[in-house]
């Protein structure tokens, strides 16, 4: 990581079909080279953060044994980044986030959005910082294989959507669900009784939403005994 690396050559990881974790963060890569991924296929990690390219390689869908990745912005169009992972038949971990070099376009959680990517195997899925700030009703019940969701620091969420999101947290198997600093500093982030009794009906055992301005906290004192609230 961080090596101004610009083009991925298949012989860079020639002969290391043992290889189990790849951090290629934090360079300046804009093109693979055809096969550059063919001798990983044990590959478990791999890290593409913080790069220049503007389309994920395809040689991605050879690390089939692929069990984490990380990747920056959503820039692509979603064919094409669907194409790209849907051979990764193991992944359990994908984390989408933007930086000052990459943007991040999920911008709305919808049933389109979530049905191309439910029948991955992934069960923790990372989208915080990814300008999301819209939200379809019921399309979270799409998610069914994940029980980690971490939608933090993207401020524009609170402000509409908190409410709507929570209530269908009963269609789904999250158990552990991350909205820190999803309010901007004009915006309260409003926990009622109802609220509450929808996260209670939920399978979230954790909930974390620190650096958020909550405009009553008397419900979330009510449940301290719970362990649910993490602030």
Known sequence: ?????????????????KLLHLDLSDNEITHFEKDAFIDLSTLQYLNLQTNDFEFY??????????????????NTPLPQFLETF???????????????????????????WLESIKNLPVKVLNI????????????????????????????????????KLVEDLRY????????????????????????????????????FIGYNKIRDRTVMRNMRGSNLFKT
């Open 1 to 17: 990581m961080g090596n101004a690396l610009k083009t991925v050559k298949r012989h860079y990881f020639q002969n290391l079909q």
């Open 57 to 74: 390689p395809q040689q991605i869908s050879n690390v089939t044994n692929l069990n984490e990745l990380y990747i920056t912005g959503f």
């Open 86 to 112: 849907k051979k990764l038949e193991v992944i359990s971990l994908m984390g989408i986030s933007k930086n000052f070099r990459a943007g991040c376009l999920v911008a709305r959680l919808d049933s389109k």
């Open 128 to 163: 915080s910082d990814c300008n999301v700030h819209d939200y379809e009703t019921r399309s979270l019940q799409l998610l069914k294989r994940i029980h980690t969701l971490d939608i933090s620091c993207n401020p524009g969420f609170g402000k509409t959507h908190f409410q």
């Open 172 to 207: 789904t198997d999250i158990r552990y669900l991350y909205m820190n600093r999803i309010t901007d500093q004009y915006t309260e982030l409003l926990i009622t009784d109802s609220t509450a009794q929808s996260i209670a009906d939920s399978n979230v055992t954790t909930l």
